[in-house]
């Protein structure tokens, strides 16, 4: 479904990402591992159009993306999640995620959504808003404006944003990070929900490798913004240049 062809990006004379050449199959679940400053987001930014390449193409389903940006990008089918959320913070939490529905079922960009529409008339809308606030527990806060939630809770609302986009790609972008210990389960199960479609693709940039070992199906890991392995997670993992340079984990912990 997505590849990336020789993908590249310089910064003057630093290269963060160098010719990294992967392709993502329906129905997996991906994670892009790697040390602080490997490349990964500025990799997951490439991908999305937050980045312009240098060199190399972006291509999901035979279509090259590589001069679309980021909301052209989305409409196509590649969706988001971001370390920093992106949402719209004076609205209110059932708000946001009605935007997002809105957005997917009128197929545009978000400056072109009628925003004077009135929402209460679309009860599916609403209904179907309910249901994606009910699965991330944060049914109790709908009236909320998005910028009064707690950090763990934003990261819930973003996500639930995104699934309500139904993009073809979700990329995850360290979900967890920042969440408390009774957040997190919310947020892994909702990506459980998504790897049993096989219609999707799932790309995870995360940190916590026992995350990355309960979820994916394979890690790609990055060093120096090149590709340093990808294969089957046991395969990865129990590689000692990447276990001890890259993932930190030691010996003992292996055999744990």
């Not at 699934?163 to 979700?170: C, E, I, R, S």
Request: proline residues 5%.
């Amino acid at each position: 479904m997505l590849e990336t062809q020789s993908l590249t990006i310089r910064f003057g004379g630093h290269v963060a990402v160098n010719e990294v050449s992967c392709s993502y199959a329906p129905g997996t679940l991906t994670a892009i591992v790697g040390p602080n400053g490997a490349g990964k987001t500025t990799y997951f930014n490439l991908i999305s159009g937050q980045l312009r390449a240098s060199s190399g193409t972006v291509r999901l389903n035979g279509r090259d993306l590589t001069p679309l940006g980021a909301s052209a990008r989305m409409h196509a089918g590649l969706g988001r999640a971001f370390q920093l959320t992106q949402l719209f913070p004076r609205l209110s939490v059932h708000e946001n995620v009605r935007l997002a529905l809105q957005s997917r079922q009128q197929g545009m960009g978000w400056r072109q959504i009628r925003f004077w529409r009135m929402w209460n008339d679309d009860r599916g809308l609403i209904e179907r808003a309910d249901v994606l606030l009910e699965r991330t527990r944060l049914s109790a806060r709908s009236g909320q404006a998005a910028a009064d939630l707690p950090h763990g809770d934003q990261r819930k609302l973003e996500i639930a944003m995104l699934v309500a986009l139904d993009p073809q790609v979700f990329m995850f972008d360290e979900p967890t990070a920042g969440m408390s210990v009774d957040d997190v389960p919310v947020v892994l199960e909702l990506i459980r929900e998504i790897k049993t479609d096989p219609s999707k693709t799932i790309l995870l940039v995360e940190h916590k490798m026992d995350v990355v070992r309960e979820l994916a199906d394979r890690i790609v890991v990055l060093h120096n913004g090149q590709l340093m392995a990808d294969g089957e997670p046991a395969a990865v993992i129990a590689s000692p240049i990447v276990q001890q340079a890259y993932l930190g984990i030691s010996p003992t912990e292996q055999t744990a």
